[in-house]
């Protein structure tokens, strides 16, 4: 620490030798810096506030209807893009600024300050902006401010129309060509169920399912087939036992008994003839569990139920006649057998071509059903194409409507509310510069300049001041030390030094308090 006092006091007493010189230096920056504070001209503040009201009655009606846009977010995002270079040219023109300018270089220079003088702030988070500028005219400051909001305004406006109308030619670009897409794909499904229409099944039914209709449709067939060829042998044998033994009712009864199904009943039979062929129309397009299948399948079951009882009353009312039948029992049972016969055979070979038929359907179905898996791939395919551009479609005319009915919203209520809070004003005072603080700086920077210089005159011509210190710098013997004897003359010759250069130093001081003293009195006065 005692080093450290050491060198601080040498230092010291080196830079005492030219204080003088200092002195001279500190009081021509203190001019420098005095003028310079009162050449920089003065700034005036114009400024003004707007409200952005994004809240609307229409959002809660429209929910749903029409696209809500982030109003917050775009309002947000034309205060950081507002200042370009566009919108500072067209301000220029509206404030008449580009008088001023005689060439194209003037022009740009006034547009690059503009863009750095512009300011627009938020604040808060109530959507409450500020927008300023400064310049040395008022009147000046107070245009441009003027046309600054006037842009504010309507680039939001603006902005709001161009997107739109950009979004509804997008959306219609879109859906022209989504358009294509599905006349194509209904073209190719069309031209798909053209070249396989004999293999499509009505209500969706795959190839399993339709040879199984056809597999059971034919097995009934084949029972039905053979219940009528047991009746026709039945009838044929009682014809030959007839002929051979001759008739009787009894034989007539019997026959009645063995064979009631193949007993002619015109009106039923005609009916049981109806429903069985729209039971195979039936299963030709729907399954055994349909409803219309089962309906059919169960009006048959009554149908016949009806003609059994039918041929138990006309037996009954061939044992009521005996006489008739004793007499003529011989002829009516063979004409009866021959008429049971005949009808036998036509239901037989009706039966038969049935048969004939559900085999074909049945073996034609096996065949195609091999290649049945790749013509359902190929289906399913297309029709989900065919779905996807659809809904593609559907979606795109929808989001049409909606881009439209938005626009229409917004050219009915506004993107946003503006409302001008603070109309553009100008300060009656100048904003800047403080030259309070200017002055500071200035007589810091001239007391800073004198030490400096005398710190680098005492360091350019060095000197020892003790014994100590000549000793430490060389290696030669010190043989003594010559001390200076002052005589009274001398100190108060010094103090008259010290006196002159405590008035040069204090009057630094003193220079710079004055200054500001009278920029504080001239400030009370405009006040």
């Known amino acids: 620490m005692e080093e450290l006092l050491a060198q601080l006091t040498t230092y010291a007493r080196s830079m005492w030798r030219f204080r003088w010189p200092s002195i001279l230096v500190a009081w021509a920056v203190a001019a420098a810096g005095a003028v310079a504070v009162f050449l920089i001209p003065d700034q005036y503040e114009a400024s003004s506030r707007i409200y952005v009201d994004t809240e609307s009655i229409l959002k809660p009606l429209m929910a749903g209807l029409a ?47 503009l863009m750095t003088s512009l300011r627009i702030q938020s604040v808060g988070r109530d959507n409450l902006y500020t927008l300023s500028f400064r310049d040395s005219d008022s009147a000046k400051a107070q245009r441009v401010i003027q046309s600054f909001v006037s842009i504010f305004i309507e680039s939001s406006l603006g902005a709001s129309r161009k997107d739109s109308d950009t979004a509804r030619v997008f959306i219609n670009e879109q859906i022209k060509a989504y358009e294509n897409k599905l006349l194509e794909a209904e073209t190719r499904l069309k031209e798909f169920r053209l070249r396989n229409i004999e293999s499509q099944s009505a209500e969706g039914v795959d190839s399993v399912a339709r040879i ?14 053979r219940e009528a060829e047991q009746a026709r042998d039945s009838a044929r044998q009682q014809l030959i036992n007839e002929k051979s033994q001759g008739g009787s009712s009894s034989s007539l009864n019997s026959l009645l008994e063995e064979s009631a199904f ?16 729209n039971l195979d129309a039936l299963l030709q397009r729907f399954t055994e569990k349909h409803p219309d299948v089962v309906a059919t399948r169960k009006l048959l079951l009554d149908l016949e139920e009806q003609k059994k009882k039918e041929v138990k009353e006309l037996r009954k009312a061939a044992m009521a006649a005996p006489a008739i039948a004793a007499t003529n029992g011989s002829s009516l049972v063979s004409q009866e057998l021959n008429r049971l016969l005949a009808n036998s055979e036509v239901q037989v070979a009706a039966l038969k071509a049935r ?33 996807v551009h659809k809904a593609n479609y559907e979606d795109l005319v929808k989001r049409r409507e909606s881009a439209s009915m938005s626009g229409e919203l917004d050219s009915a209520a506004g993107v946003a509310d503006f409302r001008l809070i603070d109309p553009p ?99 009370a006065r405009k006040g």
């Open 262 to 277: 193949s007993v002619a009943t015109p009106e039923i039979d005609a009916r049981i003839a109806t429903q069985r062929q």
């Open 212 to 225: 199984g209709s056809l597999s059971e449709a034919l097995q009934t067939a084949r029972l039905e087939l």
């Open 67 to 113: 696209v809500q846009p982030n109003v917050d977010q775009q309002v947000s995002m034309l205060s950081r893009t507002l200042i370009s270079r566009p919108n500072v040219e067209k301000l220029v023109r509206m404030a008449d600024l580009d008088l001023e300018s005689q060439s194209k270089s003037e022009q740009d220079a006034l547009v690059s300050g």
């Open 425 to 523: 004003r100008v300060s009656p005072n100048p904003v800047s510069p403080n030259r309070f603080f200017l002055l500071l700086v200035a007589m810091l920077a001239a007391l800073a300049s004198g030490f400096l210089t005398a710190f680098i005159a005492s360091q350019l011509r060095p000197v020892f001041h003790s014994a100590a210190q000549l000793r430490t710098k060389f290696d030669f013997p010190l043989l003594g030390t010559v001390s200076m004897v002052t005589n009274p003359a001398d100190v108060r010759l010094e103090k008259i030094r010290l006196v002159k250069f405590a008035i040069s130093s204090g009057g630094l001081v003193g220079f710079f308090g004055m200054l500001m003293l009278g920029m504080a009195l001239m400030a």
């Open 355 to 387: 048969v004939a038929e559900y085999s074909a359907r049945y073996n034609q179905a096996r065949e195609s059903a091999k290649t049945a898996p790749q013509l359902e791939a190929e289906a399913a395919q297309l029709n989900r194409d065919y779905a």
